[in-house]
């Protein structure tokens, strides 16, 4: 043991470094939020819960191509469908198994009718293991819930896309 | 000059040398020798119309490009594929064709297998450089069958040519000129020809398409199994696309030796029928006038000791089956009858007349290939509608009539063909004229026959020209006769048969005979094998007697030609058992057990068909009604009698046998049978359906409402 470190020993030094840092952070600004009733803000590119979406008019955008389906790393997706009777193709099942999902977000880049989209919902649950496929009513009806944030958000990531 | 043709030549293709025939055009050489040209008009089997200008290719010494199916090779010809030239005639060609094509690949069935979208990827430009109004067209309804979507249509008249060469009737034809042509049926009509769903395949967009399959899947979705079609004697090769273990559609599988690229509608859309409402999963035993859902153990207990008491009590039992299930089902059942003693056992539901004797010996078969029939020179086609019979057989007696050949029909009705028919002989008394054609055969070749041939022969009256014509025909070389299922279902059967055979082995022709169902000469090995001592007994007699047991296995009352003698002997039984994939009035209303078995294409095994070619399917992963395979219910019955089967492997040995023995006799019928009242009255032959020939056809939606569907 040598006269510095004997030295450095008896003066604490290292130790009352290490309260500096804390004192430091101590008037920082806080990074921690209060959350659920604070909550920090998100990327319009956020990837949430996924919903579809319709037009205007109220016709859903679905055509049934399946490129998401076919798409999906996760094999998340199953569509069938059929020939409505007014001649369009439409989709008779749309299901998303929730639990499969892995929210990457290549359905949304697949779609080519912006059909299935990621809106920035990530807080839900559900208490029963059935619920974790998401019928095309529910994704329907996500859809309707949040469409004008969606479409907002959508709108401001379009100059990058 | 003749040596000349023959001399091979030298093309070069993308800098290397090939050898290629002369007369030969560019897009068979780079075919042949795999350098891809893209096209969308050339099709191997279509005349070549180089229509849609895809396949230009730079050839030396040439100004322009110059298309490659229509273009004949030359002696140092210096082909050029991949050069900048031909690249830019191919991307033009390609913005051209894309200027009216509509851009909706994801609601189009043909996405993912077009033909167009896969050469936009390699051979078009990135982008655009039209922006004005896309065309629309009109779309005809062409029946139930087949889909249109007329705006999608880039003229290549692939369907147009098809039906000219191909089905022999043009149905679809080209209108307009220019950017307003259009493919159309001239009038308001449905296609309605046996072979018309091949336009499907052969559009190489999506304008034509499947329309039961439309708008349903995607083609990356479905796996595919290999398959043969169980609807007629030919054998067809077949696709079964499948999703989820549920049939999807049916493609042609190629297979140059059977059915080319083609099949027929009922094989692409037959399999329909096996999701009918009628199908039935339930065992079924009648207790108290009423059929109770069963265990299939309670059921095979039953039926063994329904077997069991007849059997001991010498009463009778008659099992009838199916001509179109596997080989190895029928041998099977065949030979568990067999061991328990059962004599009365038949599959031949649409035989107009029996006799044992001759029919134990003489199976009926083709004693040539199937794809020898294009090199047939005369054809005496009898008692037939072969286009409705046997389509692609009927395909390939055009294919000869079309190089040559002089085709003669003899029926009890003129029957509309697609091919010249030389003399038509078809009339009332058509059997007589078929008398008088051997008689002038026999005549021609101063053979010497038995006397009983002679004395019958004298007493049908004198051949005119007109016989004497097709008789000589028939003496030429590579002739053939196919005797069809017109005559197989007549009442005077056993005389046409021996007429046919008679002339055959007079004039040394080859011999089609069809048969019915798919897998007839299946059905006939046991009896070939086992049956030495001539105790099998035919339908006539199990449609006679009161039975303690009736047994049916995979066929139901319309399936015959006596339904309603059928039905009286199904009422008229003590007991009734039922082994059917699909329930109908007369099974709810007679039979005793109702077992429930699989359809064709749920379960596995081989199949003969006419020329003897014995092809196997594997159908196991398709969801059938029910849990336990065929086999297995079979099997199980022996169990029930504690009898021993034979194993696969020794029933092939049995199956290859008996293949054999067909094959080796080249023997035929030389007697003309004695005059006999048929006991039978079959069914009106007018009624002959191509869509009603087997349950699983008869169920099928889409064919039951085509106009052919529509008669039954």
Known sequence: ?161 | MIVEESKKITVTIDGVEHEAQPGQMLIELTDKTGTYVPRFCYHEKLSIAANCRMCLVEVENSKNALPACATPVSDGMVVKTKSQSAKTAQESTMEFLLINHPLDCPICDQGGECELQDLAYTYGKNESRFDIQKQTKKNDDLGPLVSTDMTRCIMCTRCVRFGTEIAGIQELGTIGRGEDSNISTYVAQTVDHELSGNIIDLCPVGALNNKPYRYTDRTWELDQIESISPHDCIGTNIMVHKKNDIIRRIVPKNNPEINETWIPDRDRFGFDGIYSEDRTSDTLIRTDQDLNQSKLSNAVDKTVELLNSAKNNDQSIGVLFSPSISTEEQYLLSDFCHQIGIESIDSRLRQGEFSNDIDKRFIPHMNIRLSDVDAMKNILIVGSELRKETPILAHRVKKSAESGASIHTINSKESEYHFNVQQDLSCDDWINELGLVLKAAIKLTQNHLPNNIADHLDSIGEPTAVHEKVAASMCQESSLVILGLNAYSSKNYQLIRSYTHILSSVCQTNLCELSEGSNSIGASIHHLLNDTAGNIQNLSDILHRKHDVLIMYGIEPNDTIYKTELIECMRSAKNLIVFTPYMNEYFEEHADIIIPINTHYESSGSMINLELRNQSFNHNQIIGSKQFSNTEVLMSLYMGMGIQSYSIEEINEFIQNGIDVIMNSSERISLIPEDRESSLAPLNQNEFNMYNIDNILRRSKPLQETKEGMKI
């Open chain 1, 1 to 161: 043991m040598n006269i510095i470190q004997l030295i450095k020993k008896l003066t604490l030094i290292d130790f009352i470094k290490g309260f500096i840092v804390t004192l430091k952070a101590f008037f920082r600004r806080k990074v921690t939020v209060q959350y659920p009733e604070v909550k920090t803000p998100l990327s319009p590119r956020f990837r949430g819960k996924l919903a579809l979406m319709r037009y205007d008019n109220g016709e859903e955008r679905c055509i049934a191509c399946k490129l998401c389906s076919a798409v999906c790393p996760a094999q998340a997706i199953s569509i069938e469908s059929e020939e409505r009777a007014d001649g369009s193709r439409r989709t008779t099942k749309f299901e998303i198994d929730a639990f499969k999902c892995i929210y990457c977000g290549f359905c949304e880049e697949a779609c080519p009718v912006d059909s299935i989209v990621e809106t920035d919902i990530f807080e839900y649950h559900m208490t029963e293991n059935e619920q974790r496929i998401q019928t095309k009513e529910m994704l329907l009806a996500t859809g309707d819930e949040y469409r004008e944030q969606t479409i907002e958000n959508k709108k401001k990531d379009s100059r990058y896309r």
